[in-house]
């Protein structure tokens, strides 16, 4: 059986250098990277409807078992992918201001994000995923070799009441992008 649990934390601990600073960054990670990326890319990879994790429907505020839209996506520059995303995107809050998240595919969503300033973020919160959870199972499908672990970050959008998760896992490739 895969766990889908972590432990999320408010503060990162024993991180440093590059890779801190990509976790740690306030700002949109897509502007991040495309500042650093010529060949910038968004691959689609899924987006379904289906029940968000316990954890991750508790953060939205939905009751287990909720049915959401779950989308994912890996990040690319040039063809290596540095950051897979995994966001949740409950059916109540692609209504008024984010309908039109639901239908991205290739489209970043940082950018619909960070392009509104009337969208609020929660603090980043931080975990080093083992091969066991199903998030570093999902980001690791498109690496050659797997990592010993991977370090992500995830965080509450809201707008107008409405909440999105978006959890970022980071891939060795983004270390290149310094």
Not at 1 to 12: D, G, K, V, Y
Not at 39 to 50: D, E
Not at 60 to 83: F, N, Q, S, W
Request: aromatic share 8%.
């Amino acid at each position: 059986m895969i766990n889908s649990t972590a432990t999320w934390r408010s503060r990162l601990i024993g991180v440093r250098g590059t890779q801190r600073a990509w976790l740690t960054d306030q700002g949109s990670l897509t502007q991040r990277i495309l500042a650093r990326c010529p060949r910038f890319a968004v691959r689609h990879v899924q987006q379904q409807r289906a029940a968000a994790a316990l954890d991750e429907a508790l953060l939205c505020g939905l009751k287990p078992a909720c049915v959401t839209t779950l989308r994912e996506v890996y990040l690319y520059c040039h063809d290596i992918p540095v950051v897979f995303a995994h966001s949740v995107l409950p059916t109540r809050s692609l209504r008024g201001g984010w309908q039109g998240l639901g239908k991205l595919g290739s489209k970043p969503l940082g950018g619909a994000l960070f392009a509104n300033p009337l969208v609020q973020r929660t603090p980043l919160q931080f975990t080093r995923l083992s091969p066991r959870h199903r998030l570093y199972q999902r980001a690791c499908e498109r690496l050659p070799q797997r990592p010993a672990s991977l370090w992500a970050r995830r965080s509450l959008f809201s707008l107008g009441g409405k909440h999105i998760l978006v959890t970022e896992v980071f891939l060795p490739g983004i270390l290149e992008l310094s």
